[in-house]
């Protein structure tokens, strides 16, 4: 297992446009993703999970990989949290 933090830089915070982008594109690895944020750790295969997350601007989260292509994985979500803008780590 894998796992990376991010300071959220977006003044909107995680909302849903970037946040469909980051679900949409892990969505294709066979590993498990997760996105923490204040203790509560959901799927990052699911939109709704992540929005139920509530994620302000400033915050700190925590994406982790876990399976066959989980350095894949991570690296994508990375990529896709800076080109969208959500963070700049």
Known sequence: MIEKQFTITDEAGMHARPASALVGAVSKFKSE???EHKGK???L???LGVMSLGIPSGS???I???GED???ALD???D???SQGISNE
């Open 33 to 35: 993703v997760t996105i």
């Open 45 to 47: 295969k699911s939109i």
């Open 60 to 62: 700190v989260v925590t």
């Open 41 to 43: 750790k959901v799927n």
């Open 70 to 72: 989980e350095n894949e």
């Open 64 to 66: 982790a990989a876990d």
């Open 76 to 78: 994508q979500a990375a």
């Open 80 to 82: 896709v949290m800076k």
